[in-house]
């Protein structure tokens, strides 16, 4: 264990030192990223945080290949490097797009053959830890890992919007995936774990890179940094369920033969859901999946109230529940297992709709705070705003370019009728002359009153 602390603290500490001459970088590159609509920072904050990640990784794994409680896993199989080189080209993928903004067809496209290389390099889920089914083929091996990692890298992506929130979601599953990864291993006599290794480095650059990326944010992680994390978690996640089976741990650790696919999908619960949800919601109006909205899980945190540390923190309270609670049930009886996670969720639910709840009760008079509104309900209110804000600058720019063509079109005929009245009163015949005398003093010679004086 204490090797795993040790290349943990390595990566982290290398991301630390490294991420803020990678920010110094970004500037000079021009990878700043603007203030759009969707976005809730608001002011320009460089990218490409994804490169300092990948720095500390590498080096946490130079250094684990020299220690020799684990330095065989780089000996008898060249994963590690294959690993390793499917990082460096999807963190140099990402930021191609952090400078250049690639179309979403081009990156997924560079995605797939990214995780089709790794794949054919000897990262495969070999079997499905399931009795004893064993996937058919090779190029079935290869195509259910390519997928796997493609749809892990965009749910990463999809929940990237607020500063530390993918880091810390995949921080917190790493933890989860270690902590799993190394009960499996101890049960055989060499218990050194590649899944373990790579979950403790990424935990480790994880937490170097948030004491840089808390809100409000000194750098952003990027595509580099999402894709990056996604893949890594991945790949954790396809070591320890393609190469190890449950079946040889014993019983005394009541675990289920399920669990090496169920923990990558709880592990990652929150960034799948919300990718899911943002692609049926984009195709249901007709939209391409990948349409930028205000609609994540993130946005309706601060649509309720929620700050943006508020809402990371909680967001982080439930990937925690969700990661944790599925493996405590190796150290607890199922039953109290599921007793704890209904207790903490339903904590988790009141804070979460806290500020909602509160908003209401003063809305309806109830809230005897003084006649200042509560911080919540005026973060929910600035929130709501500015999504409102760009729909209400569209409608009146519209109005007004309505209004221009309506004189446009207008303008001729009153043009029209005031040369037509002109030319009339210059040309009046006697009859029109003598009616206008009656119906105009001016016109008979009497002068008109000033109307100041009248």
Known sequence: MR???????????????VTPLVRHLSIRAGAVGEVRARDVHTMPTPRMGGVGMLIGFATALMFASRIPFISGLFVNSHQAWVILAGAVLICLLGVADDLWDLDWMLKLAGQLLISVFVAWGGL?????????????????????????????????????????????????????????????ARSSPNYASMAT???????????????????????????????????????????????????????????????????PVLVLFLPVLDMILAIVRRLSKGQSPMHPDRMHLHHRMLRIGHSVQGAVLILWGWAALISFGSIMILFFRVR????????????????TMLP?????????????????????????????????????????AAAAQDADVAKTIEAPHHIESEFGARGNQSEPDNADAGHASLMHPSSAGIPPKDPLTA
Request: a negative charge; aromatic letters at 10%.
């Open 336 to 351: 109290y297992v599921v007793i704890g996670m209904i207790a903490a969720s339903l904590i988790l639910t009141v804070f």
């Open 356 to 396: 909602y709840f509160l908003r209401r009760l003063q809305e309806r008079g109830d809230f005897r705070g003084g006649s200042r509104a509560p911080e919540h309900a005026r973060r929910a209110g600035e929130h709501a705003a500015a999504e409102e804000r760009p729909a209400a600058a569209d409608a009146n």
């Open 3 to 17: 090797v795993y602390l040790f290349i943990a603290a390595v990566a982290g500490g290398v991301t630390w030192l």
């Open 124 to 184: 495969q889920i070999i079997s499905l830890p399931l009795g004893s089914l064993v996937t058919a083929s090779p190029m079935i091996s290869m195509a259910i890992t390519a997928f796997l990692i493609v749809a892990s890298i965009n749910a990463v992506n999809f929940v990237d919007g607020l500063d530390a929130l993918a880091s810390g979601i995949v921080a917190i599953g790493g933890i989860a995936f270690a902590i799993y990864s190394y009960i499996l």
């Open 197 to 263: 290794l790579l979950d403790v480095a990424l935990v480790g650059i994880c937490v170097g890179f948030i004491l840089h990326n808390w809100h409000p944010a000194k750098l952003f992680m990027g595509d580099s940094g999402s894709m990056l994390l996604g893949y890594l978690i991945t790949c954790a996640s396809i070591v320890m369920t393609g190469h190890l089976d449950p079946a040889s741990v014993h019983t005394s650790v009541y675990l289920p033969a399920f669990m090496p696919i169920l923990l």
